[in-house]
């Protein structure tokens, strides 16, 4: 067990439809990230919050939002799913957010969009 | 652009086989380097880490890496595999400051073969 908390583990839903997944990070991490893993892509870092504030952005839609909040939770918010959205979604969080910490993964989230 | 390469897809080696996983990276700069684990419908675990203390670095259940800049390479080994060894291996990189998010590679599927 990581200490990396993610909500829902499954979801099936709808193209056009709009899901929010959320993340609790280990205690006493500050900084939480946000990967999506599927077949053709791999491994695609989204973005990085620290202690509440946007750190860095990678390979994130327009479509898709994130924020972290004091209690220093995420959440990811995905909207107008299309079928190509459908990927494990991991969460993960850092002490500090800097480099050459280790980073935590919870266990995913699977979103299947139909 | 910041990479990193893992050679073979698919690995296959037979029980009390050595092991050996490659990765090599893309750098002007030293780089962090890790290894992680995802066993089926599970997270990603950290089986170690290099960052700049020794080249060799001892990881969990029997594995190490040997950092080598001449080479740009972080291999991944195991003097014996075990039959609980049968995951999906992802080398991983990040490049200092305060941006600590990860770069994957595409992964190596083991595969052990009683």
């Known amino acids: 067990d990581s200490g990396v908390t993610q909500t829902p583990k499954h979801l099936i839903t709808a193209t056009g439809q709009r899901v929010t997944l959320r993340c609790s990070p280990r205690s006493g991490d500050l900084s939480v990230y946000w990967y999506q893993q599927s077949l053709d892509q791999g491994l695609q870092f989204l973005i990085q919050?620290?202690?509440?504030?946007?750190?860095a952005k990678g390979n994130i839609l327009e479509r898709f939002s994130a924020q972290q909040f004091p209690d220093l939770h995420s959440e990811l918010n995905l909207s107008s799913l299309e079928l190509g959205d459908s990927a494990l979604y991991f969460c993960?969080?850092?002490?500090?957010?800097?480099?050459?910490?280790?980073?935590?993964f919870g266990e995913g989230s699977w979103l299947t969009v139909v | 652009a910041q990479s990193v390469t893992q050679l073979g897809s698919h690995v296959s080696v037979s029980e009390g086989a050595l092991v050996l996983l490659r990765c090599n990276y893309s750098?002007?700069?030293?780089?962090?380097l890790f290894w992680y684990v995802q066993y089926p419908n599970q997270g990603l675990q950290l089986l170690l880490k290099y960052t700049s203390a020794a080249t060799l670095v001892k990881g969990i259940n029997g594995f190490e890496a040997e950092f080598k800049k001449s080479e740009t390479s972080f291999h991944l080994t195991k003097p014996s595999a075990h039959m609980s060894d049968a995951a999906e291996y992802f080398c991983?990189?990040?490049?200092?400051?305060?941006?600590?998010?990860?770069?994957f590679g595409k992964g190596t599927k083991l595969s052990v073969k009683p």
């Open positions: 991983a990189v990040s490049y200092g400051g305060s941006q600590g998010n990860l770069i």
């Open positions: 750098s002007s700069v030293p780089p962090y």
């Open positions: 919050y620290y202690n509440g504030e946007e750190r």
């Open positions: 993960a969080s850092s002490r500090d957010g800097s480099s050459g910490n280790t980073i935590y």
